[in-house]
């Protein structure tokens, strides 16, 4: 699997140009709270933004997501767990 940009490598590259995910989140009409959730999650509009904006393609950014083509990969077993609260996993 090829590497993604790590999230701290991520919001210190918007830090460079100026921005960060909530001022971006802002600019795009996006709730900010779901733009740092982006970095670790399956958002894919807020994925595109941060995309757009850097000039790197999404699938540079999150290979584990997005295709060689940038179109979303299919499900995982993560994503289905990701949906679920924190204590259901614990429990399992």
Known sequence: MRRHW??????????K???NLHAL???HG??????????RFRFPTY???????LGVPVQELWPHWYG???APLGRTRHDA???????AIAAE
């Open 47 to 53: 994925h595109a933004v941060i995309s757009s904006y």
């Open 68 to 70: 060689p083509d940038g």
């Open 6 to 15: 790590h999230k701290e490598d991520i919001k210190a590259e918007l830090r």
């Open 30 to 39: 996006l709730v900010p709270n779901h733009m740092a959730r982006a970095l």
């Open 25 to 27: 989140a802002r600019q």
């Open 17 to 19: 140009r100026g921005t």
């Open 81 to 87: 767990r990701s949906r679920r609260s924190a204590h």
